[in-house]
């Protein structure tokens, strides 16, 4: 099974306190391939650098952007172990990939889809597959894949 990586979906497998954290990483290990677009891996940077700060107390500035820093890169370090191993793969987001995307937002302008989302939506048809790694039900629900499938299969909630 091929799936498509979101955001959301990557930090629950890393953060111990998401409650799904087991469910997601279970389905990652089962995956014949994860595909972690690079929209991706920039908001992972953004969000655990922002989670550093907001959890830093009264650490100095410096002290906190270093040890965002580091929690960042030992994060992309593991993706990195992952596609050595090939059960991750980063795409490079082409222009066809791109006007994909770009048209998936504004045929879903109500929901305000953002690049990440609609990118995941385009890889999918890229990679044939329904399966999005996902916690976002919310948006992944209402909009339909480019395949022919009825709908998104989201995991881990659809197992």
Same mark, same amino acid.
């Given at each position: 099974?091929?799936?498509?990586?979101?955001?959301?979906?990557? /930090?629950?497998?890393?953060? @111990?306190?998401?409650?799904?954290?087991?469910?997601?990483?279970? &389905? %990652?290990? +089962? $995956?014949?391939?994860?595909?972690?677009?690079?929209?991706?891996?920039?908001?992972?940077?953004?969000?655990?650098?922002?989670?550093?700060?907001?959890?830093?107390?009264?650490?100095?500035?410096?002290?906190?952007?270093?040890?965002?820093?580091?929690?960042?890169?030992?994060? /992309?370090?593991?993706?990195? @172990?992952?596609?050595?191993?090939?059960?991750?793969?980063?795409? &490079? %987001?082409? +222009? $066809?990939?791109?006007?994909?995307?770009?048209?998936?937002?504004?045929?879903?302008?109500?929901?305000?889809?953002?690049?990440?989302?609609?990118?995941?939506?385009?890889?999918?048809?890229?990679?044939?597959?329904?399966?999005?790694?996902?916690?976002?039900?919310?948006?992944?629900?209402?909009?339909?894949?480019?395949?022919?499938?009825?709908?998104?299969?989201?995991?881990?909630?659809?197992?």
């Amino acid at each position: 099974m091929i799936l498509i990586a979101d955001t959301g979906a990557m /930090l629950g497998a890393l953060d @111990r306190a998401h409650p799904d954290q087991h469910r997601i990483q279970r &389905t %990652i290990a +089962e $995956a014949g391939l994860v595909v972690v677009p690079p929209t991706v891996l920039t908001e992972l940077d953004h969000m655990i650098r922002r989670a550093v700060k907001a959890r830093s107390g009264g650490r100095r500035p410096g002290e906190v952007r270093r040890l965002g820093a580091e929690e960042s890169r030992r994060t /992309l370090d593991w993706v990195l @172990r992952q596609v050595s191993l090939t059960r991750m793969v980063i795409p &490079t %987001i082409d +222009e $066809a990939v791109f006007r994909t995307a770009t048209g998936v937002m504004a045929r879903y302008a109500d929901l305000a889809l953002d690049l990440t989302d609609a990118t995941c939506v385009a890889l999918a048809e890229e990679y044939r597959t329904e399966c999005l790694l996902t916690v976002d039900a919310r948006d992944f629900r209402v909009v339909r894949p480019l395949t022919g499938h009825g709908s998104f299969r989201l995991l881990p909630a659809d197992l």
